[in-house]
């Protein structure tokens, strides 16, 4: 029985195991900043590439 105890001690917690917060808020802030960053440019490029296709498709003659 004081081997199981003495197992179950050294064992990290349930609570320790899941907890997902490991980083802690800030470096997740700093990690989604960064991505909110990339998700912009990301968007400014398509926005861009459609501007771009629908100035091609007004400049070409119709058939």
């Not at 917690?13 to 470096?27: H, M, V």
Request: net charge positive.
């Amino acid at each position: 029985m004081r081997a199981a105890l003495a197992a179950a001690e050294s064992r990290p917690s349930p609570a320790d195991r899941f907890n997902i917060d490991r980083e802690g808020p800030a470096k997740r802030a700093v990690k989604l900043r960064a991505l909110q960053q990339r998700f912009q440019k990301l968007n400014e490029y398509c926005d861009e590439a459609a501007a771009e296709i629908r100035a091609s498709l007004e400049r070409s003659p119709p058939r």
